[in-house]
């Protein structure tokens, strides 16, 4: 991996769920079941239907919470709340990945479309909590989620980065097609990815990739 093309990034910026932890760790298996029954505790709907509501409004809003709040006005604090209250017994320390973070030149952060309590959790339990400068979530951006633009610009503001002097790093394919337009250098981490115009890279090994950049 050519290094002159990340020579200009100043700033690094990360998702958290599925990318700073393998997606074999299944985290999101834990939060979908918790998204199910709390739409269908507040919805009074069934499984059935809670599961296609959360799936619908994650297709067509971005996140889950996006359409609930966006259709039935929910307080999104206890949501977030609820649904990442899961267990991370299982996640392993990430000594490898922390150095590699470490070493990258410049200014490391973490976005990402869960809350900052629930990031700042498992970047403990990776044991790389310490390799970012700032973390924000979603109550950050107003909770307009990733993929809007208005997500993205919201937490430029807030931090005051780049774009044209960034990277950003996220395993939802989609969530690339904003950053790519702002001018930001992207980077799809997951198994496997679709040929997209706005993806400049893509890797299934995080910390081998970080490595070859420094």
Known sequence: MPKHHFSHVETWIFDLDNTLYPPAARLFDQIEVKMTDWVARVLSVDQA???????????????????????????????????????????????????????LPGRCIVYTNGCEPYARRVLSARGIEQCFEAVYGVEHAGFVPKPERAAFEAIAGIDGFDHNASAMFEDDIRNLEAPFALGMRT???APQTDARPFVHHHTDDLTGFLQTLT
């Open 187 to 189: 980077v799809h981490v």
């Open 49 to 103: 239907e809670a599961d296609r509501v959360r799936k619908d409004y994650w297709h067509r809003y971005g996140t889950t919470l996006a359409g609930l709040m966006r259709e039935h006005d929910v307080d999104p604090a206890p949501y977030l709340n609820e649904v990442h209250d899961i267990s991370l017994d299982h996640l392993a320390p990430a000594p490898d990945l922390a150095e590699a973070i470490t070493a």
